[in-house]
């Protein structure tokens, strides 16, 4: 599709933040173009492996139970953040967050209640019915319909900015390089996730082993181009959304079935066969995107999550099958793990296990005594094979370093703030998530200062 012409909204991006901004700036009547780097049948970025976005509610809903209050949702981004947070910008997306799933209803987005072992999240998220693919197609469907001009296979490699306000941006397409000019900018193009050089910079060698959850296309040029033009940063750029995941999954977008949830119920060891942080520590939604890191951390960036069958079925489950040995000998020949010490690793386990109830669906009292970590929830003897084994590499789902936003998600420049440049959704992340994650944040994030940035950008 032809590019040519005068546009109100330039959206740089095509995930949900994205088509957010780019449907409230539509609903006032902008003249609005989305610019996508991934061709159509893969376009939506990561928000096409999501599932749920993270939202509070004062009362049960028709997907969601009880109540989720803002306080509560405050206390758990203070929490997995240990306090670096925005707190201005995390509760205007807390208080927001309650009109989101009416918003999206309204663009053609279905909800269904959490399914059953979807892991203490049916009070606190709601559920696409279908997924991020099945939210997306609405999203760009309602884009249609608006009359939003969107073109594929279309890179930004350059934006002007003249005394801090956008003029125009630099896209690469199919039929050549050509500028796209517009009255304001909503930069929603992603983090640096899929940059592998740029990973190395930071991470070393250790990046060669990194995983890529999502989409190939966030390989952070536009940020870079922000950076480069003067955009204040935030965020450490170590930090990032990564989760342990199946170590077999493939390099980019394997997506949401190869997160591994095996690990709160059972132990899990580096390649030498020794545990290195409590498995139990928290529920898992507010835990989970902490062990990328720490698999990061450990020899060749690999782990495995091991379990006895009195567990199994109880979580959801890899789309690789498990590892599987009737004892903990055979086990570490499969795992190519030293057997004397996953033997001793589990024996010491065993040993520290405490008498308690277990629950998983709550924070019980199955704990260990003695060990260094010790597993302070659901901890059970590994006794009942066979056992079931699942190799660990951290899975990048987005990165946190971004450019700073104020409350109206517009972007603050070195000289200021930038009255015609937005940011909305991983690339303003870091702005609330300095560190840690709860489940379904990325995506409260993007849905509200989505709207915020399609509101702020156009006046008529």
């Known amino acids: 599709?032809?590019?040519?012409?005068?546009?109100?909204?330039?959206?740089?991006?095509?995930?949900?933040?994205?088509?957010?901004?780019?449907?409230?700036?539509?609903?006032?009547?902008?003249?609005?173009?989305?610019?996508?780097?991934?061709?159509?049948?893969?376009?939506?970025?990561?928000?096409?492996?999501?599932?749920?976005?993270?939202?509070?509610?004062?009362?049960?809903?028709?997907?969601?139970?009880?109540?989720?209050?803002?306080?509560?949702?405050?206390?758990?981004?203070?929490?997995?953040?240990?306090?670096?947070?925005?707190?201005?910008?995390?509760?205007?997306?807390?208080?927001?967050?309650?009109?989101?799933?009416?918003?999206?209803?309204?663009?053609?987005?279905?909800?269904?209640?959490?399914?059953?072992?979807?892991?203490?999240?049916?009070?606190?998220?709601?559920?696409?019915?279908?997924?991020?693919?099945?939210?997306?197609?609405?999203?760009?469907?309602?884009?249609?319909?608006?009359?939003?001009?969107?073109?594929?296979?279309?890179?930004?490699?350059?934006?002007?900015?003249?005394?801090?306000?956008?003029?125009?941006?630099?896209?690469?397409?199919?039929?050549?390089?050509?500028?796209?000019?517009?009255?304001?900018?909503?930069?929603?193009?992603?983090?640096?996730?899929?940059?592998l050089e740029w990973l190395g910079d930071i991470w070393g060698d250790a990046a060669k082993n990194f995983i890529i959850r999502g989409t190939p296309y966030n390989t952070g040029t536009v940020l870079r181009l922000m950076l480069d033009a003067g955009a204040e940063?935030?965020?450490?750029?170590?930090?990032?959304?990564?989760?342990?995941?199946?170590?077999?999954?493939?390099?980019?977008?394997?997506?949401?079935?190869?997160?591994?949830?095996?690990?709160?119920?059972?132990?899990?060891?580096?390649?030498?066969?020794?545990?290195?942080y409590d498995e139990g520590e928290d529920y898992w939604p507010k835990r989970y995107a902490i062990w990328g890191r720490l698999v990061a951390l450990q020899a060749d960036q690999i782990a495995y999550s091991i379990v006895d069958s009195k567990v199994f079925g109880r979580f959801m489950p890899s789309v690789f099958p498990p590892i599987v040995a009737d004892s903990i000998r055979e086990l570490s020949a499969a795992l190519d793990v030293p057997m004397g010490t996953l033997s001793a690793t589990v024996e010491r386990f065993n040993a520290a296990v405490r008498p308690g109830t277990f629950d998983h669906q709550s924070l019980d009292d199955c704990r260990t005594e003695g060990l260094v970590p010790n597993k302070t929830h659901w901890a059970q003897r590994l006794d009942t094979p066979p056992f079931h084994a699942y190799p660990l590499r951290p899975g990048i789902t987005f990165t946190y370093l971004g450019v700073k936003v104020d409350e109206r998600a517009r972007v603050e420049m070195k000289g200021g703030i930038a009255e015609n440049i937005f940011a909305a959704g991983e690339i303003m992340a870091g702005n609330i998530l300095g560190r840690g994650y709860v489940a379904g944040v990325g995506m409260t994030i993007g849905t509200v200062f989505g709207d915020i940035a399609g509101r702020e950008c156009f006046h008529g």
């Open 233 to 276: 940063p935030v965020g450490d750029p170590t930090q990032c959304h990564a989760v342990a995941i199946d170590a077999r999954a493939p390099k980019f977008d394997g997506g949401i079935v190869t997160r591994l949830d095996s690990v709160p119920l059972g132990i899990v060891v580096n390649k030498h066969g020794d545990r290195f």
């Open 1 to 195: 599709m032809s590019v040519n012409g005068q546009y109100d909204v330039a959206v740089l991006g095509g995930g949900n933040a994205a088509l957010c901004a780019a449907l409230t700036a539509a609903e006032r009547g902008a003249r609005v173009i989305v610019i996508e780097r991934a061709p159509r049948p893969f376009r939506g970025g990561n928000s096409r492996h999501t599932r749920n976005f993270r939202c509070m509610h004062t009362a049960p809903t028709d997907v969601l139970t009880d109540a989720y209050s803002e306080d509560e949702f405050m206390a758990d981004v203070r929490r997995v953040t240990g306090g670096v947070t925005n707190e201005t910008l995390a509760r205007i997306m807390i208080r927001a967050s309650a009109e989101a799933p009416r918003r999206m209803r309204r663009f053609g987005v279905r909800f269904q209640p959490s399914l059953r072992g979807t892991l203490h999240l049916g009070r606190t998220n709601a559920f696409f019915l279908g997924g991020g693919k099945a939210l997306m197609n609405s999203a760009y469907a309602a884009a249609g319909r608006l009359g939003v001009h969107v073109v594929y296979d279309t890179e930004v490699i350059g934006l002007v900015i003249r005394d801090g306000r956008f003029e125009s941006a630099t896209v690469r397409t199919p039929g050549g390089d050509t500028d796209i000019r517009a009255r304001s900018v909503i930069l929603a193009a992603g983090g640096f996730e899929a940059n």
